[in-house]
Nanobody, 127 residues
Framework: QVQLVESGPGLLKPSQTLSLTCTVS??????????WYWIRQPPGKDLESMAVISSSGDPRVRAYLQTRTTISRDPTKTQFSLRLMSVTPAETGVYYC???????????????????WGQGTQLTVSV
């Protein structure tokens, strides 16, 4: 059984850096054509995929986030991570990690395109 579990700080102040880690159990993050995503959902808004890293380690970040976002992985620990600098209150929401069996363009998310999801981790950005 494959499971994804997100971990993160929960609460940040504006301008701080968000670091999230997704730990994958029951699967390799280097296998097949799998792509590993970070997806977020602010309150009352749609899901948005922010960044993805492929099974071969190729990272992609949504264009408007590129200057302050890094996605990386540690295959030895079957983990992949997201680093988002200079967070704002508008980035409050639930952050998910997810898998797709092929590359799906970043941006709007259709849940059915991703076959595995973590439970999500809440981030609140507030003074």
């Amino acid at each position: 059984q494959v499971q994804l579990v997100e971990s993160g700080p929960g609460l940040l102040k504006p301008s701080q850096t968000l670091s999230l880690t997704c730990t994958v159990s029951g699967a390799s993050i280097t296998a097949d054509n799998d792509h590993w995503y970070w997806i977020r959902q602010p309150p009352g808004k749609d899901l948005e995929s922010m960044a993805v890293i492929s099974s071969s380690g190729d990272p992609r970040v949504r264009a408007y986030l590129q200057t302050r976002t890094t996605i990386s992985r540690d295959p030895t620990k079957t983990q992949f991570s997201l680093r988002l600098m200079s967070v704002t209150p508008a980035e409050t929401g639930v952050y998910y990690c997810a898998r797709a069996r092929e590359f799906i363009s970043l941006g709007s998310v259709h849940r059915a395109d991703h076959d595995l999801w973590g439970q999500g981790t809440q981030l609140t950005v507030s003074v």
